[in-house]
């Protein structure tokens, strides 16, 4: 299928940066979303891109974490330079806190293995703390030093990824949320909207935590559930933290405007995307353990995402068996960002190329008859 025209349902920063892939590769690209890009789940993300905190073990996720955050330099070098806006991107390394001796031992011990694995990992010891992060706890015996790990600006990568999609002719519907998937008669696959109704060559659903409201004609629900995640944006002088800070209870990330990121909450609370002082107060507690400087930094901000979990916290990304010409993209959970290259240039491959294989840790079929 040479050009195909795809509809591309959800516009979060994985359906962003599909449309965009697919639009600069040839397609006929229409982006729709029930809200505006960028403010579901995308909105509370702090871009974090480190696959060895969000697993020391050998893992898929970790796996596919790896050989996505080695696409990053040059998939944001040409977004970039396609859409012309900046994007927020740092590769400063990561610092993960041991607190207590017991975290300072299992910390020390993966540094050992990731180096086995050709990981550079550094264990630094409490004393040599102030080398790397100066104001991290003094009472901390040590942590993981991960210097290939950064982060990325959620929000400005969506926004690049959409106007890089419009720069190659993609059709950007807000306010259009799908609520029907259907095979369309001789080839085709339909997509229904309250407010309209198309029929492409293809579609991709990357609905997040709204996928399993979208009705698919002859498939299970997909298997997706929200979990509600709370960050913080707290105001410090620049420097009060170096690197993206982790710890047992949560995360900080220094933002380059001197700003700290503080995150994340883990609720399982269905839709509810409502703000709570609970989770601002333990946020703040578990900042101020981390970083003692932090204490009685103003909080200038505070979102609230749903994150889509699936069942084995692995993405669905695939054809499905149920309307030929549709491809999912869900289920990213808590790696949406990291996962965005790699998963956008699975879904070019299997749209644009009917004999591309699906990765198997990751088909649609292991998730029922999808």
Not at 7 to 19: K, L, P, W
Not at 33 to 48: K, N, V, Y
Not at 211 to 239: K, M, N
Not at 312 to 335: C, F, K, M, Q
Request: a negative charge.
């Amino acid at each position: 299928m040479a050009s195909p025209s795809v509809t591309v349902i959800g516009a979060g920063v994985v359906g962003s940066t599909i449309a965009w892939e697919l639009a600069s590769a040839g397609a006929t690209v229409r982006l729709i979303d029930a809200r505006t890009p960028g403010d579901g789940a995308t909105r509370a993300s702090a871009g974090i891109l480190a696959p060895y905190i969000e697993g020391h073990p050998a893992s898929p996720l970790r796996e596919l974490g790896r050989e996505s955050l080695d696409l990053f330099d040059a998939f944001i070098a040409r977004l970039s330079t396609d859409s012309h806006r900046a994007i927020v991107y740092e590769r400063k390394g990561s610092f993960e806190v041991a607190l207590t001796m017991e975290e300072a031992e299992r910390l020390s011990a993966a540094s050992g293995v990731l180096w086995s694995e050709g990981v550079e990992a550094r264990w630094v010891p409490g004393a040599v703390i102030p080398d790397v992060e100066p104001n991290v706890n003094p009472d901390a015996p040590g942590g993981l030093f991960i210097p290939m790990h950064g982060y990325v600006g959620a929000g400005s990568l969506t926004a690049a990824a959409v106007a890089g999609a419009r720069q190659h002719g993609a059709e950007v519907r807000e306010a259009h949320g799908a609520i029907e998937v259907s095979r369309v008669p001789g080839g085709g696959v339909r997509v229904r909207t309250e407010r309209a109704t198309w029929d492409d060559d293809m579609a991709v659903m990357a609905a997040g935590s709204w996928s399993s409201r979208i009705t698919i004609e002859g498939a299970d629900p997909v298997p997706v559930r929200p979990v509600r995640g709370q960050l913080l944006q707290v105001a410090t002088p620049p420097g009060t933290v170096r690197h993206i800070i982790w710890g047992a209870a949560g995360y900080l990330v220094p933002w380059p405007d001197g700003s700290v990121l503080v995150g994340g909450t883990v609720e399982d609370v269905g839709f509810d995307e409502t703000s709570t002082d609970e989770a601002r107060r333990g946020l703040l507690e578990m900042a101020v353990a981390l970083v003692p400087a932090l204490k009685g930094a103003p909080v200038t901000d505070m979102r609230v995402g749903l994150r889509p979990r699936g069942l084995d916290d692995l993405p669905i990304v695939g054809r499905s068996t149920a309307v030929p010409g549709l491809v999912y993209a869900t289920a990213h959970y808590r790696n949406g960002v990291l996962l965005a290259p790699l998963t956008a240039q699975l879904v070019r491959r299997l749209v644009l190329d009917p004999a591309a294989p699906t990765i198997a840790a990751l088909d649609p079929a292991r998730c029922g008859s999808l």
